[in-house]
């Protein structure tokens, strides 16, 4: 049963957006691309713990703190006996394990050991639990997702779940029964809310609106290759299709994430989408989904 949906985080849709309309440097979009396939990684397990059965507890993107110290974890399992943290990698490619070093042996790139990592946090969520005075048996494991992805020098001591374990790995788990009690659902809803919603170490560049292109671009492929057919918006890249409504309060929601000091104005949007439209259809969009405060010509939506 999933208590808790997994959702893009905000770090990754500020940078979603800011690959679109600026020009990010060759370390911010490296950056920016380890996020979405970091996601989409995610999601690809997600799809796969479905097959898990009996009763128990997921939890997605779980953001802790404790001692003024932060960790996050990908997926908790809560079952009967224990309790799996799950942190889930899309790498892909030849990597290898040498003592804390891990790196990519095409590039030599180097990156956090995910050992080192899951064992910093599976300590500090044992503390967690210690202080809210709760005895739970804790595994973590590290789960390499994608196909493509091989590891050298690994262990067999290692908590690594490799592509091809994958499956067997939550036929493992299925093959153990689990029934919860309250206790289990006391602390699941402690987890939930002791979720934090601002994460410290959100690595988003700075950025100034005048920095961004503003005009309307296509909502599937993110090309600025759109033009106004019948009152729909049409893609000339994709063929992607969406309605002025639809267009507009997804780029409402976007100014908003990016510039949440600036109000909500009809002159405010329809700069920020530069499209053949009139103020008044921007008017008329605004009116019907937001509440307008004020009269006057200084009047914004909330």
Same mark, same amino acid.
């Given at each position: ?36 396939? @970091?996601?989409? @990684? ?33 997926? %908790? ?38 050992? %080192? ?111 106004? *057919? ?25 100014? *908003? ?9 009809? %002159? ?35």
């Amino acid at each position: 049963m999933e208590l808790k949906s997994r959702t893009e985080s905000e770090e990754l849709l500020k940078m979603r957006s800011l690959n679109t309309r600026m020009e990010l440097t060759q370390e911010e979009k490296f950056h920016y691309f380890n996020l979405e396939k @970091g996601y989409e @990684g995610e999601v690809k397990f997600d799809r796969m713990a479905e097959s898990l059965r009996e009763e128990r507890y997921i939890i997605n993107d779980l953001l802790l703190k404790i001692n003024n110290s932060y960790f996050q974890i990908d997926t %908790t399992l809560i079952s009967q006996e224990v309790i799996r943290l799950l942190d889930v990698k899309n790498f892909e490619g030849d990597f290898c394990l040498e003592k804390d070093r891990f790196y990519a042996i095409k590039t030599g790139r180097e990156y956090k050991n995910p050992i %080192t990592q899951l064992s910093k946090c599976a300590s500090q969520f044992r503390q967690l639990l210690h202080d809210l005075k709760l005895h739970y048996l804790v595994e973590a494991s590290v789960i390499f997702i994608n196909p493509e992805f091989t590891l050298y020098n690994a262990q067999v001591d290692h908590p690594i779940i490799l592509p091809n374990q994958v499956n067997r790995f939550l036929k493992s788990i299925n093959s153990t029964s689990s029934k919860l009690n309250d206790g289990h659902k006391k602390l699941a809803k402690q987890l939930i809310s002791l979720h934090q919603t601002k994460n410290p170490y959100s690595q988003v560049p700075n950025y100034q609106y005048e920095q961004m292109k503003r005009e309307m671009y296509c909502k599937f492929c993110r090309s600025f290759l759109v033009s106004l *057919q019948n009152h729909i918006f049409v893609c000339g890249k994709c063929g992607g299709h969406e309605t002025v409504e639809e267009a507009i309060l997804r780029n409402v929601r976007e100014f *908003q994430l990016l510039f949440p000091e600036r109000k909500i104005t009809t %002159t405010n949007i329809y700069e920020w989408c530069n499209v053949d439209l009139s103020k008044r259809t921007f008017c008329r969009v605004l009116k019907k989904n937001f509440i307008a405060v004020g009269k006057t010509s200084d009047s914004y939506y909330k």
